[in-house]
């Protein structure tokens, strides 16, 4: 049960800075969502669209560990790494989130917009 709530958390965590962020970027139409090595934007997504990904995978991937927490018994000398895991994956997901942000004011802000 407490993964579900982690996941809950996370997903609400995410959310919020996808809001956030979205005010934050509100005079751009669209936003970079990939870059070339050299720095340059191969293509650019709706901002909607842009903001909500991670957030939709995150919550799809945590939703799938939490019901496996629920229902599959990990195996012997793993039962303590549910928790930790599922806390880990969340921070990823969240500094993912944040980088891609980085990225998207680095690129603006270097185009001069």
Known sequence: ?????????????L?????????RFRHHERLPMQWSLTG???????RALALSLVPALATGMLAFIAVLA???RPRAGQENMVLPVTIMIG???IAVHL???????KTIKRNGG
């Open 1 to 13: 049960m407490i993964v579900l709530s982690l996941a809950v958390i996370f997903a609400v965590i």
């Open 15 to 23: 959310a919020g800075l996808s809001i956030w962020a979205n005010a």
């Open 40 to 46: 340059a934007v191969n293509w650019t997504a709706p």
């Open 70 to 72: 629920l229902n599959v």
């Open 91 to 93: 921070a990823t997901f």
């Open 99 to 105: 980088f891609h942000f980085r990225l998207i004011d």
